[in-house]
C-alpha cells in the first residue's frame, strides 16, 4: 500500500511540474527557455561534451562486439535474461542532433 500512495504522491508532483509548464503546445519550449535561464552557456556546453564522450565510448564498445558478448553472458546468468537478449534490445545509440537546442 505504501508503494501505491508513494506512486500517486510521484505522479500527483509531475502533473502539477508540467501545469507549471504552460499549455501542451508550448511545454517544450517553455521547458527549454527555463533550462537556458539555469544553466550557463558554458556549463552547457560542458554537459554536452560529457555526452559526446559518453556516447562515443558507447559506440566504440558497440563496435568491438563488447555490448553482444556482455548481453549474452547476463542471458546466460540471469534469470529472464534470455528473453531480453532475444528482444534484440541494446544501450543507447548516438546522441540525436536537434535543431536549435537551447
Not at 509548464?21 to 560529457?50: F, H, K
Not at 553472458?73 to 536537434?98: H, N
Request: cysteine-free; overall charge negative; hydrophobic content about 35%.
Amino acid at each position: 500500500m505504501e508503494d501505491e500512495d508513494f506512486l500517486a504522491a510521484v505522479e500527483a508532483r509531475v502533473r502539477e511540474g508540467l501545469d507549471l509548464a504552460g499549455p501542451p503546445d508550448l511545454r517544450g519550449s517553455t521547458l527549454r527557455s527555463y533550462r537556458a535561464l539555469v544553466r550557463p552557456e558554458r556549463e552547457r556546453e560542458e554537459l554536452l561534451a560529457q555526452a559526446d564522450r559518453e556516447f562515443a565510448l558507447v559506440r566504440d564498445r558497440l563496435d568491438r562486439g563488447e555490448t553482444e558478448r556482455v548481453r549474452a553472458y547476463y542471458a546466460s546468468q540471469l534469470p529472464g535474461g534470455a528473453v531480453r537478449a532475444a528482444s534484440g534490445a541494446s544501450g543507447p545509440g548516438p546522441r540525436p542532433e536537434t535543431e536549435g537546442e537551447t
